[in-house]
Nanobody
Framework: QVQLVQSGGGSVQAGDSLRLSCVNS????????VGWFRQAPGKERECVTS????????YFSESVKGRFSIYRDSGMHTVYLQMNRLKPEDTAVYYC?????????????????WGQGTQVTVSS
């Protein structure tokens, strides 16, 4: 059974960097697409990035393109979200998730396993 456990996050200043981690305690990543989502207070959950292991395709939202990146460790148990040049509007609870499918998707309904969420707060 897939269980995603997140770590990282915290409070930083605008322009700083943070790295979020997502450990798959059930099995290795590499089959189903992985995504990072975020939800700010009063807003809907949005996809920040999605990555497909099968074809290497990736998606990044326009708001984070060029600042955020996604990568995994060599053992394929951990996926990271590297966030650079953070902005106050990046403040949200961030979630990692594993899709039902192998292809990239921005839809939260395509994801069946979710991490517990990690708060990221960026102050100006």
């Amino acid at each position: 059974q897939v269980q995603l456990v997140q770590s990282g996050g915290g409070s930083v200043q605008a322009g700083d960097s943070l790295r979020l981690s997502c450990v798959n305690s059930g099995r290795t990543f590499g089959i189903y697409a992985v995504g990072w989502f975020r939800q700010a207070p009063g807003k809907e959950r949005e996809c920040v990035t999605s990555f497909s292991w099968s074809d290497g395709e990736s998606y990044f939202s326009e708001s984070v393109k060029g600042r955020f990146s996604i990568y995994r460790d060599s053992g394929m148990h951990t996926v990271y979200l590297q966030m650079n040049r953070l902005k106050p509007e990046d403040t949200a609870v961030y979630y990692c998730a594993e899709s039902f499918y192998g292809s990239v998707s921005e839809l939260s309904t395509d994801y069946g396993s979710w991490g517990q969420g990690t708060q990221v707060t960026v102050s100006s």
